[in-house]
Each structure stands twice: as C-alpha cells, then as structure tokens.
C-alpha cells in the first residue's frame, strides 16, 4: 500500500449509510439522494427491486403492476445521473450538460394521472392519484424537477450539504432566524460535525494538559536541589 493511500482516512459504511433518504425536499432530490458519500466514495442506495419498491413509497409514488421492475431501476439510474447534474448545476451556477436536459424533457413528455379527490368514511378530503406506469412514474420526478430548478425562490433554497462525505442536495427550509441550512440534517451531518469538533479541541489541548501535569514535578526538584 502506498504512503498517500494509507493516509487517506477511511470511513465505513453502515446502515445507516446505507438507507434512503426522504428528506432531501422534494421527490426528485430524494432520487439524487439514492447515492450516498457523493462525490467522495459514492454508496449505492437504490439498487435493487425491494429498494426501488421502498423508494416509491417513500415518495408517496405508486407502481401499476406488472410493470418491469428492472427496466424500471435501470431508468431511474438514469435519470439519477441527469436529476444530480441539472441540481448541482443550479447550485453551482453553471450550465448543467445538454445530455441531462434532453433526458429531463424527453422524459417529462409524458403525461401523468392527473389528481383525484378521495373522501374517507369520516367525509375528510384528500388527493390520490391512480397507480403509475414506469414512463409516468418517471415523468412526474423529472417534471418535478424541472418546477424545481425552474422556479427562481425554489432555486435559490438549493443547497449542498457542508459534510465532506455527504455532499447532499437539498431544498433548505425557510427557519425561523433566516440563516440557510449548512447540513442536510443536523441529526446526521449536523451533529457528526459538532462530535468531530469537540474530538479535535480535545485533542489540541492535551499538550497543555500534560506540561501542567509535569510542572510541580520540576519546582519540587528544584526545591529539593536548593535544600541541598
């Protein structure tokens, strides 16, 4: 192994790590957020059919039966890799790659169920929409980032989390001081920063410690030298 290699710091990958994300804001960012540790060493997140299925539910998204599961994961891989540059980009400011946008509105073309009124027993409202092929799924995520990037107020809430290893885009909440969010969640990022910092402030004080603990070993052998 070489000298740079094993300097890198080496991180591991739990469950933790490992689990969906549903609170990056919306159900396109929550797709972007099926990789985990971006850019830094990416961890796989959506990748296989019982994740794909929990993934849908977790957007509150529901699949027609029947339809190709596999081809299904293999396009929103995709569209993965189109939603994560169109969002950095508009973080960054820059132009995202003309192969994203074409994606994006390609699949956006197709029209989704359009919503439906449900009352339950207890004569409450509430909306639904009937189960989704594969190409409509797929049109309402990239429609929906689409009306992300697209609107300037949204846009200009997207942020980045601060976390090297993380590296999340995310829509930032209006919070009650104003400031923007700096971590896509303090009870992850948010708090693994404030441990690291301590660990840190720990660690640069130690020396301090330590010639403290040896200076009333030297005056009381300087005392016992004068004695002498």
């Known amino acids: 192994m070489s000298e740079r290699a094993s300097a890198t710091p080496r991180t ?16 396109a960012l929550d797709l972007v957020a099926t990789v985990g540790r971006r850019p830094s060493t990416p961890v796989e997140r959506l990748g296989d059919h019982d994740r794909l299925r929990a993934w849908c539910q977790g957007v509150g998204l529901t699949l027609r039966d ?3 599961g596999h081809a299904l994961l293999g396009a929103l891989h995709e569209l993965r890799s189109a939603a994560t540059d169109v969002a950095t980009a508009a973080v960054d400011g820059r132009a995202p790659r003309p192969e994203s946008v074409a994606l994006l509105n390609d699949l956006a073309r197709v029209e989704p169920p359009v919503p439906r009124l449900r009352v339950d027993p207890e004569g409450r409202p509430g909306s639904g929409t009937e189960p989704l092929s594969s190409a409509q799924l797929l049109s ?18 997207l942020r980045t989390c601060a976390a090297e290893i993380c590296g999340m885009v995310y829509l930032d909440h209006v919070n009650g001081n104003g400031k923007p969010r ?5 009870e992850r990022c948010g708090n693994n920063a404030k441990a690291a910092r301590h660990r840190h402030r720990a660690s640069a004080s130690e020396p301090d410690h330590a010639s403290s603990a040896r200076l009333p070993d ?11």
């Open 218 to 228: 030297a005056t009381a052998g300087a005392a016992a030298r004068r004695r002498r």
């Open 66 to 68: 029947g339809e190709d």
């Open 140 to 157: 309402v995520v990239a429609r929906d980032l689409i009306a992300l990037v697209t609107d300037p107020r949204l846009r200009d809430r």
């Open 182 to 186: 700096k971590w896509c969640s303090m």
């Open 12 to 27: 591991r990958v739990t469950a933790r790590v490992r689990e969906l994300r549903f609170d990056a804001g919306s159900p």
